[in-house]
Nanobody
Framework: VQLQASGGGLVQPGGSRRLSCAASGSISSIVNMGWDRQAPGGERDLIAFMTNDGRTYYSESVKGRFTVSRDNAKGTVDLQMNSLKPEDTAVYYC??????????WGQGTEVTVSS
């Protein structure tokens, strides 16, 4: 499975941004798709994902502000980010887990929240 993310950029505090990710390869084997992020000087954390039967997980840091959506047939996952804060500044990585429990990550797309 290969993952290609896009949509990063500079956003003002309180603004919105939508990230997109497209998988290629064995997309039928994907169980979970979502997003990690790594803030400057910080660790990479899982922030949101959706299972292939539609269940979602959100970290406390983004719950209520971010929404993950997914098209299983196309192998795509989006992250709608609203009410962005400076502490959301990070490199965002698309994430997928397949039915064999292997994990995959894309190349990362950078989001900077600043005025």
């Amino acid at each position: 499975v290969q993952l290609q993310a896009s949509g990063g950029g500079l956003v003002q505090p309180g603004g919105s941004r939508r990230l997109s990710c497209a998988a290629s390869g064995s997309i039928s084997s994907i169980v979970n798709m979502g997003w990690d992020r790594q803030a400057p000087g910080g660790e990479r954390d899982l922030i949101a994902f959706m299972t292939n039967d539609g269940r979602t997980y959100y970290s406390e840091s983004v719950k209520g502000r971010f929404t993950v959506s997914r098209d299983n047939a196309k192998g795509t996952v989006d992250l709608q980010m609203n009410s962005l804060k400076p502490e959301d500044t990070a490199v965002y990585y698309c994430y997928a887990k397949d039915s064999g429990t292997s994990d995959y990550w894309g190349q990362g797309t950078e989001v900077t929240v600043s005025s």
